[in-house]
């Protein structure tokens, strides 16, 4: 009996589970999976974030189509990708376009590059997904040319888990092939011809100490407009939190990127 077995009956649906892997079919190789066995140690009625790596625009999809098999997934991605003519918009649609939640991101029309927006609103139907017994998929910081982590993380991952009361699952990729072109959406070509290995490394799940501000806050109906609501040191209570949580987040990827995993 596989010690994976107990989530066999959670993993996603078939629809998603195919358009995830016919999708890295293209942009890897051999898939290398480590710590696989971590999901075991989320207890199965604890609500989960997964906060992946995003040194490449491929570790979000990557790490989805690995534990897609295991969860019952659904993915963050920018909101220009639910937009008619991005051709990834046709991509969605196979995959099952209510399996993704779009996060807000300016679009530069000329340069093509997006800039993202913190929309607390995003967050609605995140934790509505969380609560309804989904596994969300976040990138855990802003994406990198240089496939480098950025100094500041991201606050979606903090901010989802602690609103949905959920633990954090940590999940890393890395490219055997070092050239910094592979993985980055401007270098497709480039990417499926290297297709190169890819090795996801799974870390132990995080349980934030949330402070007892956001579990009042949780009780609002309309937390998102939360702000006006609570004191100048609430505010700064909160702010703390998501800066720190974020940065032990990072931190546990770049041990798994970087570092031994155990």
């Known amino acids: 009996m596989s010690s994976f077995e107990y989530y066999n009956s959670e993993k996603s649906s078939m629809r998603?589970?195919?358009?995830?892997?016919?999708?890295?079919?293209?942009?890897?190789?051999?898939?290398?999976?480590?710590g696989l066995e971590k999901i075991n140690k989320v207890a199965v009625n604890r609500n989960l974030v997964i906060a992946t790596t995003?040194?490449?625009?491929?570790?979000?999809?990557?790490?989805?189509?690995?534990?897609?098999?295991?969860?019952?997934?659904?993915?963050?991605?920018?909101?220009?990708?639910?937009?008619?003519?991005?051709p990834l918009k046709l991509l969605l649609m196979a995959a099952g376009e209510s399996n993704f939640i779009p996060i807000d991101f300016n679009l530069n029309p000329t340069t093509?590059?997006?800039?993202?927006?913190?929309?607390?609103?995003?967050?609605?139907?995140?934790?509505?997904?969380?609560?309804?017994?989904?596994?969300?998929?976040?990138?855990?910081?802003?994406?990198?040319n240089a496939r480098e982590f950025p100094c500041r993380p991201g606050v979606a991952?903090?901010?989802?888990?602690?609103?949905?009361?959920?633990?954090?699952?940590?999940?890393?990729?890395?490219?055997?092939?070092q050239d910094k072109r592979i993985g980055m959406a401007n270098h497709m070509g480039f990417t499926v011809l290297a297709r190169s290995g890819v090795n996801v490394s799974i870390g132990d799940p995080i349980r934030p100490i949330v402070?007892?501000?956001?579990?009042?806050?949780?009780?609002?109906?309309?937390?998102?407009?939360?702000?006006?609501?609570?004191?100048?040191d609430e505010f700064r209570i909160i702010k703390t939190f998501l800066k720190q949580q974020g940065e032990l987040v990072v931190d546990e990827l770049k041990n798994l990127t970087y570092g031994t995993v155990s």
């Open 211 to 232: 402070p007892p501000i956001i579990d009042e806050l949780k009780l609002e109906s309309s937390f998102c407009d939360w702000r006006h609501k609570i004191s100048t």
């Open 16 to 34: 998603l589970r195919i358009a995830l892997g016919a999708a890295i079919k293209f942009v890897a190789g051999k898939v290398t999976v480590t």
């Open 112 to 144: 093509k590059s997006t800039t993202g927006i913190f929309n607390p609103k995003n967050f609605i139907p995140m934790i509505r997904t969380i609560n309804d017994g989904k596994r969300l998929v976040i990138a855990a910081h802003n994406p990198s």
């Open 157 to 177: 991952v903090p901010y989802v888990s602690a609103f949905a009361n959920a633990d954090i699952l940590p999940v890393a990729v890395t490219y055997e092939k």
């Open 54 to 86: 995003h040194l490449t625009d491929e570790d979000l999809p990557i790490s989805s189509a690995v534990l897609s098999q295991h969860l019952d997934l659904a993915l963050t991605d920018m909101s220009p990708n639910h937009q008619w003519p991005n």
